[in-house]
């Protein structure tokens, strides 16, 4: 499994944790969870997009590394 698809089945999971909850304080901190974990989420995704777009870069250059 990658870390992108589990920090984002993690975010999803405390969201529907949340839409169960009957306490405020509890539906609060897994939504806290979920955005803790989108944003992890998002951190994966632009390093994968910066880390493709400098390969191109690198192969337009003629360059491996």
Not at 18 to 46: F, G, I, K, P, Q
Request: aromatic share 6%.
């Amino acid at each position: 499994m990658s870390t992108l698809k589990f920090y984002t089945e993690r975010a999803e999971q405390c969201r529907a944790e949340a839409r169960l909850a009957s306490l405020a304080n509890v539906r609060e901190r897994c939504l806290s969870a979920a955005a803790a974990w989108d944003s992890m989420a998002e951190r994966v995704r632009t390093s994968e997009t910066y880390r493709v777009e400098d390969a191109a870069r690198k192969a337009a250059e003629g360059r491996t590394s």
